[in-house]
Structure formats: structure tokens, C-alpha cells
T-cell receptor, first 115, second 114 residues
């Protein structure tokens, strides 16, 4: 069965610090997708990234970077030089075949960036 | 603008009073679903629909109903709401099933049942 674990419930950092949010997943499929979503205090879900299981290249987007390692079933998310606007709940999610299988979300990590 | 809309955004109601949360998408997506989000539990799927007139249960369907009479709309119905249905609800849609297709989420509906 598929499962996503975000072991860090809450993290607090001081502005400009780097922070890494951990995501460990379980799946029996060789084909799957991994996602990260951000949920700011306003409540909406903001899509950050989707990565398929055949692409292990790390990705960087501005201050955000993602490290995908199939060997450890992890898809970690790093924010460099954190800012107060990064304060949010971050969700990691997994989807796999067949087509109607829902996204499985982790329980989320609440990040607080203190000025 | 491509979007998923939900109404109402906030609702406070009382136990047993039937309510409907509407969801509409303008992207001609076949797949739509409802999730609920609770503290410490993440998001869990309630119901989903692969296409018009095709709906199925997700992980936590008890106490909810849905219908898919038109492609764009997927209302969530609580016939007799109870306090344990107090939650944040999200509607989502994608071209087809979520396995390979990016899901678009609505803005959320915060429901309180007293």
C-alpha cells in the first residue's frame, strides 16, 4: 500500500536560515509521481512540484530545491535563505496507477519562519 | 482563467441540517474529487468521479454523498451533518485520473458543524 511520511510535524527557523523538509514514501509500483504542495495561512493549496519516478534529477527553482532519492524512497524539499513568506504547511504527496488511485498525502509539516 | 471554484468558502451550521457544497471547474476535466483536511491527518479523499454519472468512494465516504450530472460540477452533500464533519474541504479536478495528471485544487471550504 502507498504511504507518505513527513516525520517533522513543526519546524521553526530564523529568517535567512536554510531548512529541509523530509518526505519518505512507500509504494510497490515502479511508476509513480511525487508532489509537494504549500498551504499558506490563507488555506489554499499551492502546487510546487511534480516529479515522476523515472526522473531522479534534482530540481532547483529559485530558493527551492528538491532532492529525489529512490534508493532511500525520499523526496526532500529545501528552502534556501528562508523568508517569513515561506511560513506555511507543506504537504508531500504520492500518486500511482491505476488511473483512479487518489493522491496520498503526508500529514504535513508546519514551517514557521521568524523574522 | 482555468480554475476550480467552491461555494461557500465558509459555513457554520448545526447538527442535522442538510447542506451542499458546490464545486465547479471550467477546464473540461473528466476527473473530480473531494478531500477533507483535518489537523494532524493531512488530506483524505472522500469521493471521486471519473466522469459524468461515474462516482466512487474514497477513503472516508461515511456521511457524505456526491453526484456528477454534468462534467463541470461535482457537489458534496451532507444530508445530516455532525460535529465530526467539521473540517476544511477541498475539491480537485484533473484531465483524467490523478495518477499521471496534475490535479487542480479549489480554494477550500471551511465547515463548522455545531
Amino acid at each position: 500500500a502507498q504511504k507518505v511520511t513527513q516525520a517533522q510535524t513543526e519546524i521553526s527557523v530564523v529568517e535567512k536560515e536554510d531548512v529541509t523538509l523530509d518526505c519518505v514514501y512507500e509504494t510497490r509500483d515502479t511508476t509513480y509521481y511525487l508532489f509537494w504542495y504549500k498551504q499558506p495561512p490563507s488555506g489554499e493549496l499551492v502546487f510546487l512540484i511534480r516529479r515522476n519516478s523515472f526522473d531522479e534529477q534534482n530540481e532547483i527553482s529559485g530558493r527551492y530545491s528538491w532532492n529525489f532519492q529512490k534508493s532511500t524512497s525520499s523526496f526532500n524539499f529545501t528552502i534556501t535563505a528562508s523568508q517569513v513568506v515561506d511560513s506555511a504547511v507543506y504537504f508531500c504527496a504520492l500518486s500511482e496507477p491505476p488511473g483512479n488511485t487518489p493522491l496520498v498525502f503526508g500529514k504535513g509539516t508546519r514551517l514557521s519562519v521568524i523574522a | 482563467e482555468a480554475q476550480v471554484t467552491q461555494n461557500p468558502r465558509y459555513l457554520i451550521t448545526v447538527t442535522g441540517k442538510k447542506l451542499t457544497v458546490t464545486c465547479s471547474q471550467n477546464m473540461n476535466h473528466e476527473y473530480m474529487s473531494w478531500y477533507r483536511q483535518d489537523p494532524g491527518l493531512g488530506l483524505r479523499q472522500i469521493y471521486y468521479s471519473m466522469n459524468v454519472e461515474v462516482t466512487d468512494k474514497g477513503d472516508v465516504p461515511e456521511g457524505y454523498k456526491v453526484s456528477r450530472k454534468e462534467k463541470r460540477n461535482f457537489p458534496l452533500i451532507l444530508e445530516s451533518p455532525s460535529p465530526n464533519q467539521t473540517s476544511l474541504y477541498f475539491c480537485a479536478s484533473s484531465i483524467r485520473g490523478p495518477s499521471y495528471n496534475l490535479q487542480f485544487f479549489g480554494p477550500g471550504t471551511r465547515l463548522t458543524v455545531l
